[in-house]
C-alpha cells in the first residue's frame, strides 16, 4: 500500500466546506495501531474460528472459558497498543470541525487520542459486567501473558455469576442510547455536510445501514479504506488508503483553509 495517498481535490473541498463531520468508523482504524482487523484471521489459537461465531452468546453459553480466552488475550493486546495518527487526526479535526465519532470498535483508542466518542455502538472490550445479574465488574481482570485455549471467567463478586466482556455479540441488540445518540448526530446532518466512513467492511447491520442515513440526510460520504467494501458504492469518493496515512494529510487540508 503506497503511503502517501493522492487526496482527490473535491475531498478536501468537501471537508472544508462541512459544518458537521460525522465519522463512522470500523476495525481498520485501529489496524495500525496493531489491533488486528475483525476479518483478518484472528491470531494463533482463534485462526481456525470466524470470529462471528466466537462473538456470539451462544458460543459463551456452550463454553464460557473459550471465548473468555479469547477477549481476555484482546484486553491483554489492547493494553500494548497506541492510538495512531488516524486517531489523533480525528481528534484535531474537532478544533476545527464539529465532529461526531460513532465507532464499531470496543477499544478505547479514539478517547485515547483525545476524540469525544459520540457512540460505541459495539460496546467495550474494558467495560466487564456479570452475565447473569448484569452489574459492572470493575476490578481488573487476570489476563494472560500469551494466547490460551481457555481461562474460566471472573466470578461477580455481587451474584457468583460468571463475568462477561461489555461488547454486543451477534444477535444481541445494540445498547439503545448508543443508536439514539448515532440516529440524532445522523439527523443534525444537513447538505454541505460529510460523513467520512473509515475501515470498515461495510457488513454488519445495523452499523452498515449508517452511511446510507447520512446520504439520505444529503450529506457528502467519503470512504477511506484501502479496499472496496459493502458501502463503497454509495459514497460520493472514495480514497483507496489507510486510516494513519489519509486522515492526517485530510485534517492538515483543512487546518490549512
Ligand atoms: C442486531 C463486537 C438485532 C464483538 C461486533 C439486518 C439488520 C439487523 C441485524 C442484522 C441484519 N442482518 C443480519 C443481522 C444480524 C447481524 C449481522 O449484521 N450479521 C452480518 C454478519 C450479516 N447483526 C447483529 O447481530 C447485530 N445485532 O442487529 O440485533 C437483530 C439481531 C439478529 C437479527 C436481526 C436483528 C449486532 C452486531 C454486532 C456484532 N459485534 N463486534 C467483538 O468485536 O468481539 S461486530 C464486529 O464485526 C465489529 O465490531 C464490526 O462491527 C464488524 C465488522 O468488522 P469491521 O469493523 O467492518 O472490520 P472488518 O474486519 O470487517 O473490516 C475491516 C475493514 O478495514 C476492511 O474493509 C479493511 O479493508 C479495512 N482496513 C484494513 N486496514 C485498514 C483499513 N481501513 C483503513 N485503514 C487501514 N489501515
Same mark, same amino acid.
Given at each position: 500500500m503506497?503511503?502517501? #495517498?493522492?487526496?482527490?481535490?473535491?475531498?478536501?473541498a468537501?471537508v472544508?466546506? /462541512?459544518?458537521?463531520v460525522? $465519522?463512522?468508523?470500523?476495525?481498520? !482504524?485501529? /489496524?495500525?495501531?496493531?489491533?488486528? =482487523?475483525?476479518r483478518d /484471521?484472528? =491470531?494463533? %489459537?482463534?485462526?481456525?474460528?470466524?470470529?462471528?461465531q466466537?462473538?456470539?452468546?451462544e458460543?459463551?453459553?456452550d463454553?464460557?472459558?473459550?471465548?473468555?480466552?479469547?477477549?481476555?488475550w484482546?484486553?491483554?493486546?489492547?493494553?500494548?497498543?497506541?492510538?495512531?495518527?488516524?486517531?489523533?487526526? %480525528?481528534?484535531?479535526l474537532?478544533?476545527?470541525?464539529? #465532529?461526531? #465519532?460513532?465507532? +464499531?470498535?470496543i477499544?478505547?483508542?479514539?478517547?485515547?487520542?483525545?476524540?469525544?466518542?459520540?457512540?460505541?455502538?459495539?460496546?467495550s472490550?474494558?467495560?466487564?459486567?456479570?452475565a447473569?445479574?448484569?452489574e @459492572?465488574?470493575?476490578?481488573q481482570?487476570?489476563l494472560?501473558?500469551?494466547?490460551?485455549?481457555?481461562?474460566?471467567?471472573?466470578?461477580?463478586?455481587a451474584?457468583?455469576?460468571e $463475568?462477561?466482556?461489555?461488547?454486543?455479540?451477534?444477535?444481541? !441488540?445494540l @445498547?439503545q442510547?448508543?443508536? +439514539?445518540a448515532t440516529e440524532?448526530?445522523?439527523?443534525?446532518?444537513?447538505?454541505?455536510?460529510?460523513?467520512?466512513?473509515?475501515? =470498515?467492511s461495510?457488513? #454488519?447491520y445495523?452499523?452498515?445501514?449508517?452511511?446510507? !442515513?447520512?446520504?439520505?440526510?444529503?450529506?457528502?460520504?467519503?470512504?477511506?479504506?484501502?479496499?472496496?467494501?459493502?458501502?463503497?458504492?454509495m459514497?460520493?469518493?472514495?480514497?483507496?488508503? =489507510?486510516?494513519?496515512?489519509?486522515?492526517?494529510?485530510?485534517?492538515?487540508?483543512?487546518? +490549512?483553509?
Amino acid at each position: 500500500m503506497p503511503e502517501t #495517498v493522492p487526496l482527490p481535490d473535491e475531498v478536501i473541498a468537501a471537508v472544508r466546506g /462541512a459544518r458537521r463531520v460525522l $465519522v463512522l468508523t470500523g476495525a481498520g !482504524m485501529s /489496524a495500525e495501531s496493531g489491533i488486528a =482487523t475483525f476479518r483478518d /484471521a484472528q =491470531t494463533g %489459537l482463534w485462526e481456525t474460528f470466524d470470529p462471528s461465531q466466537l462473538a456470539t452468546h451462544e458460543a459463551w453459553v456452550d463454553d464460557a472459558a473459550f471465548v473468555w480466552a479469547w477477549y481476555a488475550w484482546r484486553i491483554r493486546l489492547l493494553g500494548d497498543a497506541e492510538p495512531n495518527a488516524g486517531h489523533r487526526a %480525528l481528534a484535531d479535526l474537532a478544533a476545527h470541525r464539529e #465532529v461526531s #465519532v460513532v465507532t +464499531q470498535n470496543i477499544d478505547d483508542l479514539h478517547e485515547r487520542a483525545g476524540s469525544r466518542v459520540t457512540a460505541h455502538l459495539h460496546g467495550s472490550l474494558l467495560e466487564l459486567r456479570c452475565a447473569d445479574c448484569h452489574e @459492572p465488574y470493575a476490578d481488573q481482570p487476570a489476563l494472560p501473558d500469551a494466547p490460551v485455549e481457555r481461562l474460566s471467567p471472573e466470578s461477580c463478586p455481587a451474584c457468583g455469576g460468571e $463475568v462477561r466482556p461489555g461488547v454486543v455479540w451477534f444477535g444481541e !441488540m445494540l @445498547p439503545q442510547e448508543a443508536v +439514539q445518540a448515532t440516529e440524532d448526530a445522523i439527523e443534525a446532518l444537513e447538505p454541505g455536510d460529510v460523513c467520512l466512513v473509515v475501515g =470498515t467492511s461495510g457488513i #454488519v447491520y445495523p452499523a452498515a445501514g449508517y452511511p446510507a !442515513m447520512a446520504l439520505a440526510q444529503g450529506a457528502t460520504v467519503i470512504e477511506v479504506n484501502p479496499d472496496e467494501s459493502g458501502v463503497s458504492d454509495m459514497c460520493h469518493h472514495v480514497v483507496r488508503g =489507510t486510516a494513519a496515512h489519509v486522515l492526517p494529510a485530510l485534517v492538515a487540508a483543512v487546518a +490549512q483553509s
